[in-house]
């Protein structure tokens, strides 16, 4: 089994993974460790009740019917991951946290978002979540048999250090509790800008640059904005620091976002 190691001068010490593996001819004490690893990486280290744990699924993994990728989707797919991911959340909260619990790692664009926030759409929740865990990336990751963790906050040959930046602000600051509702990286992602490490202590460091840009976001209103307006289909143009503020008001009007493009200068 494997252990958390520590990154104290980074402050990730609570949160750098290392591989938990269901190996074969494991003890119980083995498989729980197991579950726990799982519940803990997919459901963002909420505490859950005892009546909150999947128990037929627990069962099927000790008796061997699923593996660890069928007990990571079971959990996924379950009534308490959207009760406390999906219900209440934006379409970009909830991918973005689909990548941090799924494929332990941040987003890397916003045409890797757009590309969720259309099978979401087109699919549905089942299908989006299926999307993490029968990808190739998965699959090379963690196979059949180990956990998902927190593998972005490790140098990696071939992924870039924003990488890294992005889901260290998934992992620190307000962005550290996922039942925080508002999606953390929005704005760097659609402006294709570098995402700050922003320090443990109290105070708000910049690190952006570039913030002169403006978007022009394409969305298909609510229902109940469709009863007043001739078409549904609407585009405004916002600020880089408009830009959260417009989508989570777009979501909550029951609006679905078809796309965030910069605005030539």
Same mark, same amino acid.
């Given at each position: +089994?494997?252990?958390?190691?520590?990154?104290?001068? *980074?402050?990730?010490? %609570?949160?750098?993974?290392?591989?938990?593996? *269901?190996?074969?001819?494991?003890?119980?004490?083995?498989?729980?460790?197991?579950?726990? =690893? !799982?519940?803990?990486?997919?459901?963002?280290?909420?505490?859950?009740?005892?009546?909150?744990?999947?128990?037929?699924?627990? =069962? +099927?993994?000790?008796?061997?019917?699923?593996?660890?990728? $069928?007990?990571?989707?079971?959990?996924? @797919?379950?009534?308490?991951?959207?009760?406390?991911?999906?219900? $209440?959340?934006?379409?970009?909260?909830?991918?973005? *946290?689909?990548?941090?619990? #799924?494929?332990?790692?941040?987003?890397?664009?916003?045409?890797?978002?757009?590309?969720?926030?259309? #099978?979401?759409?087109? @699919?549905?929740?089942?299908?989006?979540?299926?999307?993490?865990?029968?990808?190739?990336?998965?699959?090379?990751?963690?196979?059949?048999?180990?956990?998902?963790?927190?593998?972005?906050?490790?140098?990696?040959?071939?992924?870039?250090?924003?990488?890294?930046?992005? +889901?260290?602000?998934? #992992?620190?600051?307000? !962005?550290?509790?996922?039942?925080? /509702? $508002?999606?953390?990286?929005?704005?760097?992602?659609?402006?294709?800008?570098?995402?700050?490490? /922003?320090?443990?202590?109290? $105070?708000? !460091?910049?690190?952006?640059?570039?913030?002169?840009?403006?978007?022009?976001? %394409?969305?298909?209103?609510?229902?109940?904005?469709?009863?007043? /307006?001739?078409?549904?289909?609407?585009?405004?143009?916002?600020?880089? =620091?408009? +830009?959260?503020?417009?989508?989570?008001?777009?979501?909550?009007?029951?609006?679905?976002?078809?796309?965030?493009?910069?605005?030539?200068?």
């Amino acid at each position: +089994m494997g252990n958390l190691t520590a990154s104290a001068s *980074l402050g990730l010490d %609570a949160f750098e993974g290392a591989p938990v593996e *269901l190996r074969s001819f494991a003890s119980e004490e083995d498989l729980q460790e197991v579950i726990r =690893a !799982a519940y803990r990486q997919v459901l963002g280290n909420v505490h859950i009740l005892d009546n909150d744990r999947l128990a037929s699924a627990e =069962a +099927m993994l000790r008796n061997g019917d699923i593996t660890v990728r $069928g007990f990571v989707r079971a959990v996924a @797919q379950s009534a308490l991951y959207s009760s406390l991911f999906f219900d $209440g959340n934006s379409q970009y909260r909830f991918i973005e *946290l689909n990548f941090k619990h #799924l494929l332990g790692r941040a987003p890397r664009d916003q045409a890797e978002i757009r590309e969720h926030v259309t #099978l979401y759409n087109e @699919q549905g929740y089942a299908a989006e979540i299926n999307s993490y865990l029968d990808s190739n990336e998965y699959i090379d990751n963690f196979g059949e048999a180990t956990v998902p963790y927190h593998r972005s906050i490790r140098s990696q040959a071939g992924v870039k250090n924003e990488g890294f930046n992005r +889901m260290f602000s998934l #992992l620190r600051g307000s !962005a550290t509790s996922d039942r925080n /509702k $508002g999606a953390q990286l929005i704005s760097s992602l659609a402006a294709n800008i570098a995402t700050p490490i /922003k320090p443990l202590a109290k $105070g708000n !460091a910049s690190g952006y640059s570039n913030l002169g840009k403006s978007f022009k976001i %394409a969305f298909s209103s609510g229902a109940a904005a469709s009863r007043l /307006k001739r078409f549904s289909k609407q585009t405004i143009v916002v600020t880089y =620091a408009q +830009m959260s503020q417009a989508v989570q008001n777009i979501h909550t009007s029951g609006g679905k976002i078809s796309s965030i493009t910069e605005l030539a200068s």
